[in-house]
């Protein structure tokens, strides 16, 4: 009775590419596809692990097909088929076009200037885009300790746009970081111990432009204005703008805001959920289908 | 930074036990091989260093690892100089060990960026004492007062394998390329790296994700190399162009099978997820982990009975398939699914 | 230093001629791949260039090839930035097309050392600016006196290829490690690499000795790969390990069988000393040196009458064998002999 | 009737393994055996093109069966079966320990301090062992113009020991060179402008105790004293110290002098006419055997 995955492959295009309604998926996947959706297919694309990772496979099975992946490890343009745990699991080598390692990535494809997207979480985000993942509070005591950078501060600087995933809470959206992991659009300047923007500190580096493009998170989508200050674009489904302003450390701009986000088609969700995690790794059940959605399915 | 060698180097082959009593100094400055929890993690190596109480451990990295875990779990690092500090699937999370240690006040953490150490051990390995990097200014990480070593006077220039700083900014004198920031050559005492086969004469190679593992083996004073299988050194150069060691930077190998459990050797076994979900549950309170070191670390005789213990089922679950891992391992909620073809590839070709 | 830019790379396929015409500019800075006048030397490209009357070349090398010597006899090199300007078997001797532009004032030298140059492209491959090495202090290279590029005027910044110093001596600041040298990373315009093998993608891919084409082709803005042979991509991700080269960096994919003639390419065929020996001769005055180029460079219709000319034997006597190369040429004065087993091997083992 | 080089390989060991006389041998045979005596079985080797590669192969034939053969090209410890004619010659990759490259050889290897013993040609040398292979007269209007450093410089600085093989003529062996392309024991300081020994301009490196260790010529073999000043320690036989001090341009110490450069032995000679160089590439012809050990060979 179950579909083999080539059958399952077989069904792709028989499933509608148009938008699903609110309660026919879950948060977890609205966010996969909002981070699939900033995926050029001329991208080179370097993802950290998690929902990052899901969200630019998923975009290289739907919108970015030719995009390249980079994985830290030193993976180049692996083509997945399962779902890798980790930015050197195996997996994410299979049928690569190089395996290099971290001087790879990080020297050669990333400081070298040819990563065009960084995607990345994040523990704590200011008002510019600056990003902390390493401490809150006194750094030598801090209130809580992180994971610290990863490659954090390095792609998040270097790709040409960068864009994070982030949990919005009040005390993770602030006007400063107790520590900024990886600076955004204005940062101090250690030299003069002024709070600039970046493309004077950086001034006369080849990176001095490159900066954050977007935020991706559980209540909405986020970019920045020319001042490279973070504004709201769009409000999930069901999220209210008074929910988002009760979120958000400072006085966030709302007046861009275009409307909702948009929902994932359901070839989009039909993709991630089969082939993208189908083992339930980082998505935490399988949401049912629509019965005219599964119909199709069933019907193969 | 250079050590002139009068002669050199011969790899002597040894056990596990006598590799770490030679080589695994207690207070030295050791670097491991693999990234993050999932991959050629030398974890016998490290399991049995706590087996020997090994202490006092300069940790300097690019990841937390299975080793680190473990190490931090006997609170036998002092100083942890790296850029990431959770470990193995518990992404996103610091080590639960780890973090009690530091509040405790045992353990200096000097915090870096992965593309920062992977320049540092690059330098360290080609002999340079620097290396220039576009360290990004305005990040805390090189702010000259989240210094850590630095802080606890540890740059005073006594110890060998401590900088004198943490960084250097300065201006970019070829081109007029703005600000740069020199970083500090990685120069560990020791490293210890797992591969997947070396000849008996030391060169050694693997297969599957690169890591940085041949920058450490150039940038440590000493290298031991724990191997899944051992083979005659003529065997290894049939294709010279796979391997990444060249015997003359090796010291001692220890062949042990399945010894990088439960992180993953490509194309011989997979990393093994539920372990390590033990391992991190174990480390949530510390009678849990007490119980697990005593089970795990102490308890068995040798590697091998720490194997057996495991199972065979996991051992078949854990074999890789040719594509280099294993599908038969439940990693998640669901088995995986078999797959004929990737569906990028399927779709729209390379 | 690096290159931002906006969308990944697209290598098209073009032939030999197209590739010249597009990439090859007069008065750009290009390194040609392999080593010496031996080793994978792309000299289709290099007399396609000559064929086309490109101009005032800036060569910045490692070695002084088959490619340097043509571009010499075609007097298109201006500025020969490099280390050691002999060039293939001529070991030892100054190319002497090369010795003659340089006294009639047509060259700027500027000198390295290998291993100068070698870090000045692994920096120009990491995005670095520079990187510190230890440049022998008390050698002239080092001294001030002697850069060429300097005397000439061309370090005044308006060349962005051209760094405004040729070195800087600095203290060591971390280790208290005496002086050491930094030098400036190589970036040229063009990088022209000869492989054995690219996918239609542009992923690239040799055996044998290994150079630094891997450090040049991230070094460069361009990157055009000449390949014995295309292949579908998928042929080439079945063993990544094994590719030096990713697609994303390489503009251009020309195939261009035994492209690297009269040098070698390991595993397809060996190098042609006695040619070598008729374009040294023919160097040694410039009537022959024209009759050289008339007959072999501007006569051919192709580059496949080229190969046609000389002829079925030699083909057949340069093809590799299974060990990489050919016992079947006469290099020297008696034919090589057949062996079983290196001598070395079979009296001292490994 | 000819032997097959399984048959020649058994011969080895019947073949005297004594000196042999002068006139039995020829001069590049006697230098090719001078360097192979530099090579210790445990060194780490990194030799140029030309003598130095026919000396140290044959080392490894001998003497020296377990050094470690470097060739910059990225070879490591390569069994070769044909003699080289570059450094990056296939025939030096067979069945090597690993294939690296420029970054390997003088980065990872030398740099790094592995190599133990550099091999290296030169045009010229001074009495300090400082080597010019770049150019004789003004450095931009040159009376001779050499190819230049290659590797010299880098070998010559960063080996633990390093010797030269250098054809003896006045201008050649200089009180100072034109040009130092690789420096000797002494050398300029460029920062105060003085000849000084090379430790105190190398001061606190960790190269500062590299250097010369031996010269070997078309008439003697020479080393270097405790001040750093070269001197002969043996004439090749045949050579009178007075032929070697017309060829000397400095007032040469000959006072150490222990006697003749020993001759190669039969067994030496063997193994590089019939397995070095058979192929007479580097040796202009191969000399006749003595009638006493062609009878060894013919007997088989």
Known sequence: MAKSMEELMELIDKIPDTPAKPGEFILPELMAIAIAHEVHNDDVVFAGTGLPMVGIMTANFTNAPKATLIYESGICDGKTMHVPMSVCDQRAANMSSTLGGLVDTFGYYLQQGYVTLGFLGGAAIDKYGGVNVTSIGDYYNPSHRFTGSG?????????????????????????????????????????????????????????????????????????????????????????????VKDNCGFD??????????????????????????PELIFLPAKTPYTPDIQAIIDKG | MARIRGKSKTAEILTLDAAVKKYALSGSQIAFSGFTGFNRNPFAFAWEMVRQGVKDIHSIDRHGSCCTWLLNAASAIKIFETDWMGWGEMAGKLDINLGRN?????????????????????????????????????????????????????????????????????????????????????????????????????????????????????????????????????????????????????????????????????????????????????????????????????????????????????????????????????????????????????????
Not at chain 2, 182 to 193: G, N, Y
Not at chain 2, 313 to 328: F, H, I, M, P, Q
Request: hydrophobic share 40%; charged share 25%; aromatic share 12%.
């Open chain 1, 252 to 277: 966030l701009n709302v007046s861009k805001l275009t409307g909702d986000t948009p929902c994932p088609t359901y070839q989009e969700l039909f993709i991630l959920r089969e082939f993208v995690d």
């Open chain 1, 151 to 243: 490659g954090n501060s390095d792609i998040g600087t270097m790709a040409h746009r960068v864009a994070y995933i982030i949990l919005q809470e009040k005390r993770r959206f602030l006007e400063r970081n107790d520590y900024t992991t990886t600076p955004g659009w204005w940062c101090w300047d250690f030299k003069t111990n002024e709070w600039k923007p970046k493309k004077e500190v950086w001034k006369n580096t080849a990176y001095a432009n490159n900066g954050p493009c977007g935020v991706v998170t559980n209540m909405g989508v986020y970019r920045f204005d020319a001042e490279g200050i973070i504004y709201l674009e769009t409000c999930h489904p069901g999220i209210t703008v008074e929910q």
């Open chain 2, 102 to 350: 530091y509040k405790a006040g045992k353990v200096i953490l000097e915090d870096y960026a992965h593309g920062a150490m992977a320049m540092r051990f690059l330098a360290g390995a080609i002999g340079a004492p620097f290396i220039p990097y576009n360290a990004p200014l305005g990040s805390d990480l090189y702010n000259e007062k989240y210094d850590a070593l630095g802080k606890a006077g540890l740059r005073d220039g006594k110890n060998p394998k401590i900088a004198k700083k943490k960084f250097i900014q300065m201006e970019e004198p070829f081109w007029g390329n703005g600000d740069t920031v020199l970083l500090p050559a990685a120069m560990p005492d020791l490293a210890v790296i797992h591969v997947a086969k070396a000849g008996d004469k030391g060169t050694a190679h693997w297969r599957g994700v690169g890591t940085i593992d041949k920058e450490i083996s150039f940038a440590c004073d000493k290298v031991v190399i724990i191997a899944e299988e051992i083979v005659p050194e003529a065997e290894m150069r049939k294709y010279p162009e796979a391997n990444q060691i060249p015997y003359f930077v090796v010291d001692a190998i220890v062949e042990c099978p399945w010894g990088a459990f439960p992180s993953s050797v490509p194309y011989y076994y997979d990393y093994d997820a539920p372990f390590m979900r033990v391992m991190d549950a174990a480390s949530r309170n510390p009678d849990d982990l007490n119980k697990f070191l005593d089970e795990w670390v102490y308890a068995p005789a040798s590697w091998e009975e720490f194997l057996i213990k495991q199972g065979a089922k996991k051992l078949l679950d854990l074999k890789a398939e040719s594509t280099g891992y294993s599908t038969r391992m439940l990693r998640g909620k669901k088995p995986a699914p078999r797959m004929k073809m990737p569906l990028s590839v399927a779709r729209s070709g390379y």
